[in-house]
């Protein structure tokens, strides 16, 4: 799941935070420099397509609540990019993924194993740069590596599982997702000593940003609602992956839930019983009533933005939240 292609350049108006972006994608470059020629065109493969860098203008921005040396701050940003593509990879395999932002996904160019393979050398590169920034830094970042891979797991055990609760659900996006909005924020306010205050809002601010980000692009995915992360339609509902849309239409109760439980639930699903089944979730209208909690969570971390001082930096945080609502309403 991504939400690397769902925002628009407008939302940064923060004119340092883009000076600084613009040194990004030379620290990328050299960071996924390989020896093997397959492994550095497989490495490469979705940074290449660009994406808006979300996770590092993040960074940056919580960054400026304090004092920082851009080089390296830009080496914190390059790993948290390339911890987010490596997560991306590792999705696409357990996924089986064809298709990722609009393209072919790496598994399906190159199989599962060197997909795999090379989502675990991205992590390593990345854990490379992070152990250049100091051992708390470090710290802060392996902690929520361990929630992304703990979230990964939960998603991977309750595969198939239509009595998923909304609040267990809401766990595994917290931990799989929203710890990689959480983490830039946190780790640009450590890494720029910004006042407690400050770091604390940006953290809240991050893991409220990150599940309105993907409740919004869970719904957007659904035919006929818009395009999310550029996956193949129905993916996840094959793979028992189901978003709270799926749950919700589950959790009505009478007809339509009868019917959805006997579609859901097996690995054999056809193109036509897949499209019953998002026909059954929009009768029900469970992508609006996700689409209302999405914007719960943005108005949230609208709302931690109120400790930090006026001026771009908190502009842009609230330019990003507000372009939620909107892709909400």
Same mark, same amino acid.
């Given at each position: 799941?991504?939400?690397?292609?769902?925002?628009?350049?407008?939302?940064?108006?923060c004119?340092?935070?883009?000076?600084?972006?613009?040194?990004?994608?030379?620290?990328?470059?050299?960071?996924?420099?390989?020896?093997?020629?397959?492994?550095?065109?497989?490495?490469?493969?979705?940074?290449?397509?660009g994406?808006?860098?979300?996770?590092?203008? %993040?960074?940056? /921005?919580?960054?400026?609540? =304090?004092?920082?040396?851009?080089?390296?701050?830009? @080496?914190a *940003?390059? #790993? $948290?990019?390339?911890?987010?593509?490596?997560?991306?990879?590792?999705?696409?395999?357990?996924?089986?993924?064809?298709?990722?932002?609009?393209?072919?996904?790496?598994n399906?160019?190159?199989?599962?194993?060197?997909?795999?393979?090379?989502?675990?050398?991205?992590f390593?590169?990345?854990?490379?740069?992070?152990?250049?920034?100091?051992?708390?830094?470090?710290?802060?970042?392996?902690?929520?590596?361990?929630?992304?891979?703990?979230?990964?797991?939960?998603?991977?055990?309750?595969?198939?599982?239509?009595?998923?609760?909304?609040?267990?659900h809401?766990?595994?996006?917290?931990?799989?997702?929203?710890? %990689?909005?959480? /983490?830039?924020?946190?780790? =640009?306010?450590?890494?720029?000593?910004?006042?407690? @205050?400050? *770091?604390? #809002? $940006?953290?809240?601010?991050?893991?409220?940003?990150?599940?309105?980000?993907?409740?919004?692009?869970?719904?957007?995915?659904?035919?006929?609602?818009?395009?999310?992360?550029?996956?193949?339609?129905?993916?996840?509902?094959?793979?028992?992956?189901?978003?709270?849309?799926v749950?919700?239409?589950?959790?009505?109760?009478?007809?339509?839930?009868?019917?959805?439980?006997?579609?859901?639930?097996?690995?054999?699903?056809?193109?036509?019983?897949?499209?019953?089944?998002?026909r059954?979730?929009?009768?029900a209208?469970a992508?609006?009533?996700?689409?209302?909690?999405?914007?719960?969570?943005?108005?949230?971390? %609208?709302?931690? /933005?109120?400790?930090?001082?006026?001026?771009?930096?908190?502009?842009?945080?609230?330019?990003? *939240?507000?372009?939620?609502?909107i892709?909400?309403?």
């Amino acid at each position: 799941m991504t939400t690397s292609q769902t925002t628009g350049e407008d939302w940064l108006t923060c004119a340092r935070t883009r000076a600084a972006l613009a040194g990004l994608e030379s620290t990328l470059r050299e960071a996924t420099a390989a020896d093997d020629a397959l492994l550095r065109v497989m490495a490469g493969h979705l940074l290449q397509r660009g994406g808006k860098r979300l996770r590092p203008a %993040l960074l940056l /921005l919580s960054a400026s609540y =304090g004092s920082y040396q851009r080089n390296r701050l830009l @080496r914190a *940003a390059a #790993a $948290l990019e390339l911890v987010h593509i490596a997560s991306l990879y590792h999705d696409d395999v357990m996924d089986r993924a064809s298709t990722r932002r609009h393209g072919l996904s790496v598994n399906a160019c190159w199989g599962n194993e060197l997909a795999a393979l090379t989502g675990t050398y991205l992590f390593a590169r990345a854990n490379d740069l992070l152990v250049t920034l100091g051992n708390e830094s470090h710290h802060v970042a392996a902690q929520a590596f361990l929630e992304l891979c703990s979230g990964q797991l939960q998603e991977v055990e309750n595969v198939y599982n239509t009595d998923l609760t909304e609040a267990a659900h809401l766990e595994i996006l917290a931990r799989k997702t929203a710890t %990689l909005f959480e /983490l830039p924020c946190t780790l =640009g306010a450590l890494l720029s000593k910004a006042p407690r @205050r400050y *770091a604390t #809002a $940006l953290q809240a601010y991050g893991q409220d940003l990150g599940l309105a980000f993907q409740l919004t692009d869970d719904v957007l995915d659904l035919p006929g609602r818009g395009h999310g992360s550029g996956k193949s339609a129905g993916t996840d509902v094959r793979e028992g992956v189901y978003c709270l849309a799926v749950l919700r239409a589950v959790g009505t109760g009478g007809v339509i839930a009868a019917r959805l439980k006997s579609l859901l639930g097996r690995e054999d699903m056809t193109a036509e019983q897949v499209a019953e089944v998002y026909r059954l979730v929009e009768t029900a209208d469970a992508g609006s009533a996700v689409l209302e909690v999405a914007r719960s969570y943005a108005m949230r971390a %609208l709302e931690a /933005l109120q400790v930090l001082p006026e001026g771009p930096p908190r502009q842009s945080l609230e330019n990003l *939240a507000r372009h939620v609502l909107i892709r909400s309403s």
